[in-house]
């Protein structure tokens, strides 16, 4: 590995923070929760890393095991970055993270987010819906900036989202990437998102409704 600073503990805590606390890492492994990335792809998410930056984050995390180098499926396809599954049990990790984070009296609720980090608060939020027993089931296609797809799954233990696209959707949602965020935080609501065009619901609206109000 190319890091050398270490806090030299025994404490598992400190261990892990020395495998992933590098500025960026645990930020490239947000933006593979939901699929692989090529690289050009995480350098237009993480816009504030250096490509030699990115490139020796990628590295690390690969040559600890949380991450993978592959060829992308199909016809043409080039290298991609994947989380193993050992990179994949960090989720639990970043989304308490993430939830520690909004009780913050110094956090920008303002500032840019990627679209990712949106569509993966959305998926944290969905767990408070379905604790509370909100009946719905069904397969919602997600479109964010007309450039990002997502398929959502509502079922019966929770909402799964995959980047992808989904073949025949109970619902379609269309919407703005700075909507999304204005939604997430309670600074909008999705009824003015759709009267202004913003937003565009179509089919089974119940999907997205449930989460999103």
Same mark, same amino acid.
């Given at each position: ?38 690289? *050009? ?79 993966? *608060?959305?998926?944290?939020? *969905? ?36 980047? *992808? ?49």
């Amino acid at each position: 590995m190319s890091r050398k600073r270490s806090y030299n503990e025994g404490c598992p805590v400190s261990h892990a923070l020395d495998l992933v606390g590098e500025r960026w890492g645990l930020l490239v492994v947000r933006e593979l929760l939901l699929g692989p990335k090529r690289f *050009a792809d995480l350098r237009n998410a993480l816009c504030g890393a250096s490509s030699n930056i990115l490139s020796t984050r990628l590295r690390d995390l690969a040559e600890i095991g949380v991450l993978r180098k592959r060829l992308a499926d199909g016809p043409g396809g080039g290298p991609v970055y994947e989380l193993t599954d050992w990179g994949r049990a960090l989720e639990p990790v970043l989304f308490a993270l993430g939830t520690w984070g909004t009780s913050s009296p110094f956090w920008d609720r303002q500032a840019p987010s990627t679209v990712d980090s949106l569509v993966l *608060a959305l998926r944290a939020q *969905a767990e408070f819906v379905f604790l509370a027993g909100a009946p719905v089931a069904g397969t919602c296609q997600l479109r964010v900036d007309d450039s990002e797809s997502f398929v959502l799954r509502f079922g019966e233990t929770g909402l799964e989202v995959t980047r *992808a696209s989904a073949a025949q959707p109970d619902a379609v949602v269309d919407i703005e990437s700075r909507t999304l965020q204005k939604l997430l935080t309670g600074d909008d609501t999705l009824d003015d998102a759709v009267d202004e065009g913003r937003a565009k619901l179509g089919g089974d609206e119940r999907l997205i409704r449930s989460l999103i109000k």
